[in-house]
């Protein structure tokens, strides 16, 4: 049967209580044990290191993974999100935050892009005063911030966006003041048309680390830099608190092993020194922001930032896809199987620790050393082989119409390529069964 066109009760309603090897294929599964498991270790790392904490949304973009990223704690409500469809999506769950007496903040976390600004402004409406903040990175950029005060009526939040090294947006620590930008912000504030909440960076440089260790030193450095960047520019600068929004999943993630170590290194001592105070006699606060490590992904799994297991254990998002042909007889130089899935299920991100573009599971089949992957992939369909170089290569033992599951690179870009989720849970059997339908905010439009 055809999905395109069902609603959300529709499809709940056709599809829950069914095993994954009977759906439409291919599709996109998120194990909610597992992204249960996830979220509520980076919260309690969070809260045993005292540092605050924002949720980036952009990797799932459901309302569903988000209240799973907040718990159920009468703590604050901080969000990053990638697009204003994001938001409008969360409309509804935020609006339960607030009713439980929760503050909530939301990150729009791009430098501030003009048109969107109605759109922001009327979730700010909908959603209260301090609801929605911005990023800035240009002197240009506030005259928008005065159109966003002026649908509202209160100021706009804000945070400067501080390039630490990734080279994607922001200004250089010892630039932040671009042309007169923080003069001109304290103009704004004074006119009630913005309200500085902090600095803010992101880094994905530890996306490319293989150890708890690297990741730690690149969250350091991007402390450092924000630090850098207040201090430098203190005299033009609100006298009041204010955030170092720093982190991305890698940093985040190695977080942990500061809450699990028994014997502290000079590099992490001072890492938590920097958490506790990053700049004596000031009033600043530190808050982490990550989002992937919810659902992770290969491309998470092989930076090591934490001790994790096998993809099965650890990643949330899996597609189901189908083998339509194998080549085990001696047509090619190795045995291969050919997968109705490709770019456009998949993706097509690179993972640094392995030539291939997801790796498939060991879901119904013998678990195989070495792994299977696909190692080829085009737009609509993927070729797979062994992760081997051998003169004596084996069969892929697969057949024709089997359902396999696969894991991979970038869960951000896979899941982009899907309406809604199916959703298992293996804390109740191996993970099969069709226990919810997750729809995602796709696009740009509602």
């Known amino acids: 049967m055809a999905t395109g066109h069902l609603s959300e009760e529709d ?4 599809y829950i209580g069914k095993d994954i090897a009977n759906l439409p294929r291919p599709c ?3 194990d909610a044990a597992i992204l249960r498991r996830n979220c509520d270790k980076m919260r309690r790392a969070m809260k045993a290191l005292n540092v605050g904490f924002r949720a980036h949304v952009k990797t799932h973009k459901t309302w569903q993974v988000t209240q799973l990223q907040m718990g159920e704690e009468n703590t604050d409500v901080n969000l990053v999100a990638s697009t204003v469809n994001e938001i409008e999506h969360l409309v509804v769950l935020l609006k339960d935050f607030k009713a439980k007496g929760r503050r909530i903040n939301v990150l729009y ?6 048109s969107q600004v109605p759109r922001l402004a009327q979730l700010a409406c909908e959603l209260g005063e301090g609801s929605i903040s911005v990023m800035i990175d240009h002197p240009d950029q506030l005259s928008y911030l005065e159109r966003f005060s002026a649908i509202t009526h209160f100021p706009a939040c804000v945070f400067l966006k501080v390039d630490t090294g990734y080279h994607r947006a ?3 620590p010892i630039a932040l003041n671009k042309n007169g930008l923080l003069e001109k912000l304290a103009d704004a504030e004074k006119l009630g048309f913005a ?3 902090g600095v803010y960076s992101h880094s994905s440089l530890s996306y490319s680390g293989t150890t708890p260790q690297q990741a730690m030193a690149h969250l350091t450095s991007e402390i450092i830099g924000c630090r850098d960047a207040v201090q430098h520019h203190q005299h033009l600068l609100p006298h009041r608190k204010l ?3 720093v982190g991305a999943t890698p940093q985040a993630a ?7 170590e028994r014997k502290p290194t000079p590099e992490t001592k001072a890492l938590k020194d920097l958490l506790r105070c990053p700049l004596p006699s000031t009033d600043l606060e530190i808050e982490l922001h990550a989002g992937n490590y919810a659902v992770l992904d290969m491309q998470q799994l092989e930076t090591n930032a934490d001790a994790r297991g096998n993809p099965e254990e650890e990643i949330a998002i899996s597609v189901i896809a189908e083998v339509c042909s194998l080549y085990n007889d001696g047509e090619r130089s190795r045995p291969e199987a050919l997968l109705a899935a490709g770019t456009l299920a998949l993706g097509r991100e690179p993972c640094h620790s392995y030539s291939g573009w997801g790796v498939v599971g060991n879901w119904r089949r013998a678990t195989a050393t070495p ?3 696909v190692g080829r992939i085009s737009q609509e369909h993927s070729i797979v082989s062994w992760e081997m170089e051998s003169d004596e290569i084996p069969k892929i033992p697969l057949e024709i119409s089997q359902a396999v599951r696969i894991y991979p690179n970038h869960a951000c870009i896979t899941g982009a390529m899907y309406g809604w989720y199916w959703i298992v849970d293996s804390s109740l059997d191996d993970g099969s069964k069709i226990v919810d339908v997750w729809m995602r905010a796709s696009g740009y439009r509602t």
């Open 11 to 14: 499809l709940k309603a056709l």
């Open 28 to 30: 996109a599964v998120l």
């Open 109 to 114: 976390g791009i430098p501030l892009v003009p």
């Open 170 to 172: 922001g200004l250089p």
């Open 195 to 197: 309200r500085l909440l």
């Open 243 to 245: 955030v170092l929004s």
């Open 254 to 260: 190695a977080m942990q092993n500061l809450v699990q």
């Open 371 to 373: 792994r299977l992957i």
